[in-house]
């Protein structure tokens, strides 16, 4: 049974690649890949809807390159990516309708382009299916119109895995060595430490198997993608080991933690679990999160007995590497941190639910088949309500922060200005005034420094639910809007005027 399996698998590569005219069967392998992008792109602008305001992370990102607003804190662990990749948008229109529909249509080719990578490898029906799988979890549907950086690590790491599997099968394949090296250049540029776990196993392979020359262009582009952050740490953070250090700091403490719990509480929808406590969500909600491992692990078994295990094996062992910081170093959970490891599984998942429901002559499983297909469909249907669920949420956090916004402006808090306070990085945004904080992980600024403000533009403190406001404070009127408390400096000359 072994042996006709794989002679079937090997059999469905060497069609695809050499049977029928080569052009036909490269335009049916881009049709159908160009569609899975497509109806990704599609669906991000029907579902999470293009006037979605910016959330507290995109906010960081956007600001360091718009003209509109002033920059927010750029803390340790963040890198340059993001920025760069919503300038073009960004620097010269402050529409976020504008930004979210660039961000879909860019994601979707990013996709298209990294599920190519894999042409050769396997069916196009199951590069197909990977696709369809990663771009219908809510989580990715959710993140790729938005700027921020896990969705880009994650397509990435796609190409890289791909690129070098087909360089590795193929030496004269076209672009192969081009495609490892943009992968890698792509996740360090968005996150360089997730894209040295990524890489981690992709070395490993190359350096065991002397494979030199995608070696190379792994290096050099993980070593590309990461300048700007090296160099950044010694402009403005004192060195590279003090900004690992202080990167570390703000994430917690990267250590022996288990988060496990939290990433499973994160997937009814929350962005940041952070302190992570409340219910886990319903069973059918995370359902898919236990099935993923097994249907994986299938994939890899067929991989063992048709003896082509590499290109089934790698991908699964660069998910793991990436899952491992996000599953057992910090002590906090988002789901958008595992989007790579999701991407990576997509493919053999693929492999795995199409021998489920074809036996190896081609047929379709009767009884199986369906059950898989309604399955698919449940599993569908969980996904979409969770988006849906997350997008109202989100929607309304960020109109409450636009209503703030106006409501400051009526106290007279007008640009220029200062806003201080933990939650000040999103109210700052949206009041068009800078951002400061005088402890916590954003800390950017002084006692002395806002006083100093003061005497010049309108500042005011925010104090979260269940805070104590500053004691420099106690003079300044109170005000409280919506959960917030805020207290608003005299106006600078004593006028009264805002």
């Known amino acids: 049974m072994g042996e006709s399996t794989g002679a079937i698998l090997v059999g469905m590569r060497r069609r695809e690649q050499t049977s029928g005219p080569g052009p036909a069967l490269r335009a049916r392998s881009t049709a159908a890949l160009a569609a899975v992008a497509a109806a990704f792109t599609l669906a991000q602008l029907l579902l999470v809807r293009p006037v979605l305001g910016l959330g507290w ?17 750029f803390s340790a662990p963040r890198s340059r990516g993001v920025s760069l990749l919503v300038a073009p948008v960004a620097s010269w229109s402050s529409s976020t309708a504008l930004l979210r529909v660039y961000l879909a249509v860019l994601s979707g080719l990013a996709l298209y382009l990294a599920l190519r990578c894999w042409r050769g490898l396997f069916p196009t029906r199951v590069l197909a299916t990977a696709g369809a799988f990663f771009a219908t979890l809510w989580v990715t549907l959710f993140y790729g119109p938005q700027a921020m950086p896990n969705y880009w690590v994650a397509v990435g790491a796609l190409a890289a895995t791909g690129s070098f599997l087909r360089h590795r099968a193929d030496r004269s394949a076209r672009g192969a060595l081009w ?23 992709l070395l490993v392979v190359m350096l065991w198997g002397r494979y030199w020359r995608p070696l190379l262009a792994c290096v050099a582009g993980l070593a590309t993608g990461a300048v700007a952050w090296v160099t950044e740490a010694y402009v403005a953070h004192g060195g590279l080991a003090e900004r690992l250090a202080e990167a570390s700091r703000i994430q917690g403490g990267l250590s022996w933690q288990i988060a496990v719990d939290d990433q499973l509480r994160s997937l ?77 599984l997509s493919v053999p998942v693929a492999t795995a639910l199409w021998h489920l429901v074809r036996t190896p002559s081609g047929r379709w499983r009767p009884v199986v088949a369906p059950l898989v297909a309604l399955c ?7 996904q979409t309500a969770v988006l849906v669920h997350t997008v ?107």
């Open 179 to 201: 495609g490892v090296a943009a992968g890698g250049a792509l996740m360090a540029w968005m996150r360089p430490g997730d894209a040295v776990y990524v890489a981690l196993p």
């Open 376 to 382: 698919l469909l449940g599993h569908l249907a969980v």
């Open 57 to 73: 992370d995109e906010i960081v990102y956007v600001s360091q390159v718009t003209s509109h607003h002033p920059a927010a804190f």
């Open 392 to 498: 109202d949420r989100n929607t309304d956090s960020r109109r409450d922060w636009a209503r703030t916004a106006g409501e400051l402006h009526r106290l007279g808090v007008r640009p220029p200005c200062l806003i201080v306070g933990p939650e000040a990085i999103p109210i700052g945004y949206y009041t068009g005034c800078s951002s400061g904080a005088t402890s916590g992980h954003n800390e950017n600024t002084t006692l002395g420094e806002v006083l100093r403000s003061a005497d010049r533009i309108p500042v005011a403190t925010v104090t979260a639910p269940g805070g104590t406001p500053p004691a420099y404070t106690r003079s300044w009127p109170e005000r409280r809007i919506g959960d917030f408390l805020f207290r608003i400096a005299p106006a600078p000359g004593g006028d009264g005027s805002g």
């Open 268 to 344: 009814g929808g929350r962005a940041l679990c952070r302190p992570c406590t409340g219910e886990m969500p319903h069973p059918v909600v995370l359902a898919w999160w236990f099935a993923l491992p097994l249907v994986a692990a299938l994939g890899l078994f067929l991989a063992v007995r048709a003896r082509r295990v590499m290109p089934t094996l790698l991908p699964l062992a660069c998910a793991a590497s990436a899952a491992v910081p996000y599953l057992f170093m910090i002590g906090y959970a988002a789901p958008r941190f595992l989007q790579p490891a999701y991407a990576l």
